[in-house]
């Protein structure tokens, strides 16, 4: 069984007004990924994911595309121990 992990990741460039949360939000709960995602008031967006290492790996892969109409300029990535996330929602 694979190691769960935790992700808090900060996406830069044009994320905002692209449908990147709703994406992001789709693509974890299709790979069984938990946390949540958000917009930050700098233009950025900040992502938490807790799943398996190969999950958590691949939907961080996943950000440096993003949504169709996105573009990631950075993706900036601190891995921590789980916190117990549950589910996975966009938060306001």
Do not use: K
Request: charged share 35%.
């Amino acid at each position: 069984m694979a190691d769960r992990t935790r992700a808090h990741v900060f996406v830069s460039g044009t994320v905002q007004g692209v449908y990147y949360r709703a994406n992001t939000r789709d693509t974890a709960r299709e790979r069984g990924v938990d946390g949540w995602v958000r917009n930050l008031e700098d233009g950025r967006v900040e992502a938490v994911f807790e799943g398996d290492d190969p999950d958590v790996e691949a939907i961080i892969e996943w950000c440096h595309t993003g949504s169709p109409r996105a573009t990631v300029d950075d993706v900036e990535v601190e891995y921590g121990p789980p916190e117990g996330e549950s589910g996975f929602e966009i938060r306001y």
